[in-house]
Nanobody
């Protein structure tokens, strides 16, 4: 599976943005997918994951209730809808392909990483 994230940009605090990830390869619909983010000078942080069929969503504590992960297996796409954005959400966002049907919070749960897309939230 190859992954490409896009849709990042500049948004004001309190605003919304949706980032997307396009996957290529047959294995996409069989595996869980995840979103991580990395801010300058910080470690990569788990944001959300979703199971192969669209169920089993998990969220990081800092985004729970504000972000929603979804996927469309007919289009080989994964989405992250981000609402009520805060300046601390500023980071490069990466999508990742999981090892199994359901993927967790650990970096080790993922085998494939795409190039990230930058999200900047201004105060």
């Amino acid at each position: 599976v190859q992954l490409q994230a896009f849709g990042g940009g500049l948004v004001q605090a309190g605003g919304s943005l949706r980032v997307s990830c396009r996957a290529s390869g047959r294995a996409f619909s069989n595996n869980g997918m995840g979103w991580f983010r990395q801010a300058p000078g910080k470690e990569r942080e788990f944001v959300a994951s979703i199971g192969w069929s669209g169920g089993g969503a998990l969220y990081g504590d800092s985004v729970k209730g504000r972000f929603t992960i979804s996927r469309d297996n007919t289009k080989n796409m994964v989405y992250l809808q981000m609402n009520s954005l805060k300046p601390e959400d500023t980071a490069v966002y990466y999508c990742a392909g999981g090892r199994r049907a359901y993927s967790g919070r650990s970096l080790d749960d993922y085998t494939t990483w795409g190039r990230g897309t930058l999200v900047t939230v201004s105060s």
